[in-house]
């Protein structure tokens, strides 16, 4: 039974992350049925103020020893390059050695690869620190689309709001459902998300310009609802497929169909979130067949249907395309 949880903090601590934590764990919730925790924010040195990087202050309430005896040990967001206390270190390989669970929220992953906890295993982070989680900690197998991974005692989540719902997913499973609903309800966020990461990422235009095919993928980029072939391109831009095709992919980085795929997709986001048009018209102005093909290749990229994505970041002002003056 999830009773004790420790949060190990260090400079520059992260407040929001912390704060999930404390949101979650840290508040007495008995009148709505939550069974109150023994929560504990520890550090090395409990009567210094530890910086943060938004102007204020945090002051641990618990050594770092107060960690030792915890159900859960967790980790929020900091500086991915440390420091990393070895006592920190220890605590959190001891605690997977008795049983106990630990988990990290966004760059808290740092902390486990650190202490050796996630070689071998799945885990994940902020999709801005995955790469760079995978080359620090190579035996380590990052999911960078996933909200929140758990392997055996390990949790991790992706950035900031993700450790919501890492924090409501272990709830859920220590302590049921209905107890992670109810702090869900208080908290006025959903107990469960739909989708990854990759709905975040905004995708972006090819930063480095293509030496020989320049010309030819900024008219691409005007005529996504056309239909385009390798033989069609080639000959815009006045070479043979073959070299058309090795050019693509040295100058690129990827096959023709791979680049107008998801430069469709990006589209489709763009129209989704900024207008009031149906999937179908969206398909039709990407250049997508059918809106059965675009959500297809939505739900491939993006791990969500359109609409589903549409009712997450469509702002309240989205409108349809003003008509065109004949």
């Known amino acids: 039974m999830l009773r004790t949880v420790a949060v190990l903090v260090e400079e520059p601590v992260a407040p929001f992350e912390l704060a999930v934590l404390c949101e979650v764990f840290g508040i007495d919730r008995t009148e709505d049925g939550v069974p109150a925790f023994d929560f504990r924010v520890c550090a090395e040195d409990p009567t210094r103020v530890l910086a943060t990087k938004t102007g204020m202050g945090i002051v641990a309430t618990h050594p770092l020893e107060a960690a030792r005896d915890a159900d859960?040990?967790?980790?929020?967001?900091?500086?991915?390059?440390?420091?990393?206390?070895?006592?920190?270190?220890?605590?959190?390989?001891?605690?997977?050695?008795?049983?106990?669970?630990v988990l990290s929220v966004c760059s808290g992953a740092f902390w486990l690869g650190e202490a050796g906890l996630l070689d071998g295993r799945d885990c994940g982070t902020h999709w801005k620190y995955a790469e760079l989680l995978g080359q620090r900690f190579p035996e380590a197998r990052v999911d960078i689309d996933a909200i929140y991974v758990e392997d055996g005692p390990v949790l991790t989540s992706a950035g900031t709001a993700a450790g919501i719902d890492a924090c409501l997913h272990l709830v859920a499973q220590e302590l049921g459902t209905d107890v992670a609903n109810r702090i869900?309800?208080?908290?006025?966020?959903?107990?469960?998300?739909?989708?990854?990461?990759?709905?975040?990422?905004?995708?972006?235009?090819?930063?480095?310009?293509?030496?020989?095919?320049?010309?030819?993928?900024?008219?691409?980029?005007?005529?996504?609802?056309?239909?385009?072939?390798?033989?069609s391109l080639a000959a815009r831009a006045n070479m043979s497929e073959r070299t058309f095709a090795r050019r693509f992919g040295q100058e690129v980085g990827t096959t023709p169909h791979r680049w107008l795929t998801t430069q469709r997709i990006r589209r489709a986001r763009h129209l989704l979130e900024t207008t009031t048009l149906d999937v179908e018209a969206i398909a039709h102005a990407c250049g997508f067949a059918t809106a059965a093909v675009l959500r297809s290749h939505f739900q491939k990229e993006l791990g969500l249907p359109p609409l589903q994505y549409r009712k997450t970041f469509a702002g309240t002002m989205a409108r349809s395309p003003e008509p065109a003056v004949l």
């Open 72 to 101: 859960l040990i967790a980790i929020p967001g900091g500086s991915v390059n440390g420091p990393f206390r070895p006592e920190a270190l220890e605590i959190l390989r001891d605690a997977v050695d008795r049983g106990a669970r």
């Open 184 to 231: 869900a309800r208080r908290m006025v966020v959903p107990p469960h998300r739909a989708g990854g990461q990759r709905q975040y990422v905004e995708t972006p235009m090819p930063v480095e310009p293509s030496d020989s095919l320049q010309d030819v993928l900024d008219w691409l980029s005007e005529h996504l609802d056309e239909d385009h072939s390798v033989p």
